[in-house]
């Protein structure tokens, strides 16, 4: 099969890297010329996923259009906040890509303007084409390394082609699950990503173990409510793309959103400001907020989901945040 991943960061490469090994054509577009020429000419993406050689039977690009010509399937691996730019560039080309079958979504994020999902982005800039989701736990490095790993690929409906990509994409490193559940596997991505922060807040004020196995339980709580508001099926958030993609964000010391928690506890204002600059990308620092939209709109109480705003949006202290989580009116599970 002949796929084109636009979008040359981690998980990009990463996936660029499996399909390669598992014997298909594979073209790996970056955005920018110079990052293209080097990893090229290294065969190697140090910035975003060093120490991994790249075959030369991997493809580099940096031109849209001739890459997809002959793509069956286009990948789109851009950051959620580039989704619609890199769609709208991929527009005027699709005329030409004559043997695609489908676009898949790597993005992890809502629009922030519109709330939309990525595939309701998709659908508004190029509709017509099947549109699909790759989402799971499933960390750049470690796919990369081979290690076994397993995700969930979503579609609306179901046909022949989508085995076909369940297959081409499935060998004993890395194990695809089916799904009919877009609006599910697309929230429980973006979710975690919000859940995994307050993890790493608990990480950076110590509060042990059973601290953090409290808050992971009570995020899935929320999880569950705000996706089911929106659409999703109860029980994706329950597989790999929900509970699965939350365990491993909220516990991998590789996590960015994690990690972003972690530095709250220590200065809230020196991580709001490194997020708010775009110097690390933490896809759950915009979401916090769009989400929190999306809960009002729904009215929907999120206690947890509440907290992690104040803390990013308002001031709060990570520490109080959790005094009050703790000091809530007392109730049933």
């Known amino acids: 099969m002949n796929f084109c991943i636009l979008g ?3 998980w990009g ?17 970056a955005r920018r010329i110079e990052q293209a020429m080097e990893i090229a000419s290294t065969r190697e993406n140090a910035g975003h996923l060093p120490g991994h050689k790249l075959p030369h039977t991997l493809q580099i690009g940096n031109e ?5 010509m002959e793509a069956d399937v286009i990948i789109l ?12 560039g991929l527009k005027p080309h699709l005329a030409g890509a004559q043997s695609l079958r489908m676009v898949m979504s790597l993005c992890k994020g809502l629009e922030s303007d519109t709330l939309l999902r990525p595939s309701q982005v998709l659908a508004e800039i190029i509709p017509g084409v099947p549109h699909g989701v790759l989402s799971g736990p499933t960390n750049a490095e470690e796919v990369a390394k081979g290690l076994p790993s397993a995700a969930v690929f979503a579609v609306d409906m179901e046909n022949e082609f989508t085995l076909a990509v369940q297959e081409a ?5 890395l194990r695809i699950y089916r799904s009919q559940d877009v609006v599910g596997v697309e929230l429980g991505a973006i979710l975690k990503n919000i859940y995994a922060i307050g993890a790493g807040i608990c990480d950076g004020l110590n509060l042990g173990s059973n601290s953090k196995a409290g808050f992971v339980t009570r995020a899935i709580r929320e999880m569950v409510a705000l996706g089911v508001a929106e659409g999703g099926k109860a029980e994706t958030f329950m597989g790999l793309s929900g509970i ?10 590789w996590s960015r959103n994690r990690g972003f928690g972690e530095q709250l506890a220590a200065n809230a204002r020196d991580a709001i ?3 708010e600059s775009g110097a690390v990308t933490v896809e759950g620092y915009r979401s916090t907020h769009n989400f929190l939209k999306l809960a009002q709109r729904h009215k929907i109480r999120a206690p947890i989901l509440e907290g992690l705003h ?20 007392l109730k049933a599970e």
């Open 8 to 10: 040359a960061g981690s």
């Open 244 to 253: 699965g993609d939350l365990i491993a964000t909220a516990h991998g010391g």
């Open 169 to 173: 994409m499935s060998d004993r490193h």
């Open 64 to 68: 849209v259009g001739p890459a997809v």
């Open 77 to 88: 691996a851009c950051p959620s906040k580039y989704l619609r730019e890199t769609a709208e």
């Open 310 to 329: 104040a803390v990013i949006y308002g001031g709060l202290s990570p520490a109080t945040g959790i005094e009050a989580l703790m000091t809530r009116e």
């Open 273 to 275: 400001a490194r997020a």
């Open 13 to 29: 490469t990463a996936v660029a890297l499996h399909l390669n090994r598992r014997g298909h054509t594979v073209t790996l577009v």
